[in-house]
């Protein structure tokens, strides 16, 4: 009985300390254009540790596996934002694409390429050492490129810049993990069953 509690225990936290995931955010260092632009990317520990991540998602309207990323999310200019989380959500507009050729930076930053389009928008931005430029960003919101489009759509050039740096570890969503404080409220309880075991078995 007292092994059968050690090793649950054990187990338990094994859990709580392994079911992270982790979260890079985009931050612009100037003020070219697009403007206002948010991005988050989240992946794995495990594509983390690998080093490099490469994902390429042709237009498609099914959920399918992210090898790794576990979500993604772009807007810029007060566009209705470009959403994705592989295995649970399409893109917000139905059919998308999104391309990923990245290394992950030990100083906590990535480096390579991304380019997405949810038949709303799209865009492609890639990087020179840490710091990443737009080459093109387009939406059915901003066709004439007055407010946020540059590159390929219009006569607007892209001069934004910016880096997407390591933000924090992120638990999955999708998996119930116990707090420490409830872990070591949960092991004392155990153990207190433990110890009134022993107590009847001694009567």
Not at 55 to 67: E, K, M, S, V
Request: aromatic share 10%.
């Amino acid at each position: 009985m007292k092994q059968f509690l050690v090793a649950a225990i054990a187990a338990m936290s094994i859990q709580a300390s392994s079911h992270a995931d982790v979260m890079y955010r985009w931050t612009t260092v100037n003020d070219g254009k697009p403007a206002n632009v948010a991005m988050t990317l989240v992946f794995s520990d495990d594509a983390v540790a690998q080093g490099g991540f490469s994902y390429h998602l042709a237009p498609t309207n099914t959920i399918t596996d992210g090898h790794g990323l576990k979500s993604f999310g772009f807007s810029v200019g007060g566009m209705t934002p470009m959403s994705y989380t592989p295995g649970a959500e399409l893109f917000r507009y139905g059919m998308g694409r999104l391309d990923m050729t990245l290394s992950f930076d030990p100083a906590g930053y990535l480096t390579g390429s991304i380019a997405a389009n949810d038949q709303n928008s799209d865009f492609a931005m890639a990087s020179s050492g840490d710091l990443f430029s737009f080459t093109r960003m387009g939406s059915d919101e901003d066709m004439t490129g007055t407010k946020f489009s540059c590159g390929t759509y219009t006569g607007y050039t892209c001069t934004s810049t910016g880096i997407m740096e390591r933000a924090s570890l992120v638990k999955v969503a999708a998996t119930s993990v116990p707090e420490p404080g409830s872990l070591a409220l949960l092991g004392a309880g155990l153990l207190g069953l433990l110890g009134l075991g022993r107590t009847k078995h001694r009567g």
